[in-house]
């Protein structure tokens, strides 16, 4: 049994229930968030837990017999952290291209409507939702929704105002997909100017080289023909 394994390492006060605590904390947090872990097991003070995490991490799980799933579980919940935190910087750095986002922002809307939204939301609607994204977290839909429902921009806007949270869940989503189309094509366009500049750098260090080679070659040719004089 589990439970056995974990009182040969000195860990007997341990229940079944500690140990589900401490791997869906680290599922949950990541295995890196010891701070956070330290607080999530049940009837365990900080400090044990913390001796149980020295002891777990980094090989000590393989001691126990349902290892794998164990393992499996936090590695599955640490990359939806991983896709969370990708998506919070690409809405980051989407914001960060626009002084004033709630009036300049773009999306590559297909078809080249890029002046207007689909679906029923209008531009301005998916700038807000993009922005709130930003602001209070991606999945918050709840707190967006309040946001929408107490903007003074949306006052009388019934249609925005009326949305769900599934509704808005889901043309976030879109919105999301949007953003991240459009950080790729700024970042392509990034590399293509910055293989110019380069280029274009190049060209002149040649230019230079080669008119400084030619004005040496000149005055070479000329002080031969100086000294040819002077000797007649």
């Given amino acids: 049994k589990e439970k056995d394994e974990l009182e040969e390492e000195g860990f007997r006060n341990w229940t079944k229930q500690n140990l589900n605590d401490f791997v869906n904390a680290c599922a949950t947090y990541g295995r890196d968030d010891l701070e956070t872990i330290k607080n999530e097991v049940t009837d365990q003070s900080p400090e044990e837990v913390e001796r149980y995490y020295h002891t777990f991490w980094p090989e000590g799980y393989l001691q126990l017999k349902d290892a794998k799933r164990i393992i499996s579980k936090i590695e599955k919940g640490e990359k939806k952290l991983a896709a969370i935190e990708a998506d919070r ?30 679906k029923g939301f209008s531009a301005e609607e998916d700038r807000f939702l993009v922005y709130q994204m930003h602001h209070l977290g991606y999945g918050n839909w709840e707190q967006i929704q309040f946001a929408i429902r107490n903007s003074w921009q949306f006052r009388f806007n019934w249609f925005i105002k009326s949305r769900n949270t599934k509704e808005l869940s889901q043309r976030c989503k879109k919105l999301l997909d949007l953003v991240k189309e459009d950080n790729r094509k700024f970042e392509e366009q990034q590399k293509k100017k910055k293989g110019k500049k380069r280029g274009s750098t190049g060209s002149k260090k040649k230019k230079a080289a080669s008119g400084a080679a030619g004005n040496k070659r000149k005055r070479g040719g000329s002080a031969r023909s100086s000294g040819r004089k002077k000797r007649k």
């Fill in 89 to 118: 910087e690409a809405l980051a750095a989407k914001i960060a291209r626009h002084k004033k986002p709630l009036q300049t922002l773009s999306l590559p809307y297909p078809n080249n409507t890029s002046n207007k939204g689909s």
